[in-house]
């Protein structure tokens, strides 16, 4: 599967933003789809995932502030950003799994001015 993210830019300390990630095909059957983030001279972390069945996991700088979801209809994966800082300056990557395969997109770099 092909994933197409979009959706970063510049954005002031406080403010929002929303990922979306397109699907080549459908993700109704993938295992997990996820949003992963890497900032300069780091690692690349998770964010949040979405399990096929809907349930969610969220990485503790994201919980109460960025919500996960999908659209099974239109294979789109969201990412709302709320109360973002100059900590959550990264590229985002969506990600996919199934069956022992990862799939990566091509990442959506989110600069956050201070």
């Known amino acids: 599967v092909q994933l197409q993210a979009s959706g970063g830019g510049l954005v002031q300390a406080g403010g929002s933003l929303r990922l979306s990630c397109v699907a080549s095909?459908?993700?109704?059957?993938?295992?997990?789809m996820g949003w992963y983030r890497q900032a300069p001279g780091k690692q690349r972390e998770l964010v949040a995932r979405?399990?096929?069945?809907?349930?969610?996991d969220y990485a503790d700088f994201a919980k109460g502030r960025f919500t996960i979801s999908r659209d099974l209809a239109k294979n789109i994966l969201s990412l709302q950003m709320n109360s973002v800082g100059p900590e959550d300056t990264a590229i985002y990557y969506c990600?996919?799994?199934?069956?022992?395969?990862?799939?990566w997109g091509q990442g959506t770099l989110v600069t956050v001015s201070s």
């Open positions: 990600n996919s799994y199934k069956r022992g395969t990862s799939y």
């Open positions: 095909r459908s993700i109704f059957s993938i295992s997990y």
């Open positions: 979405i399990a096929g069945g809907g349930t969610t």
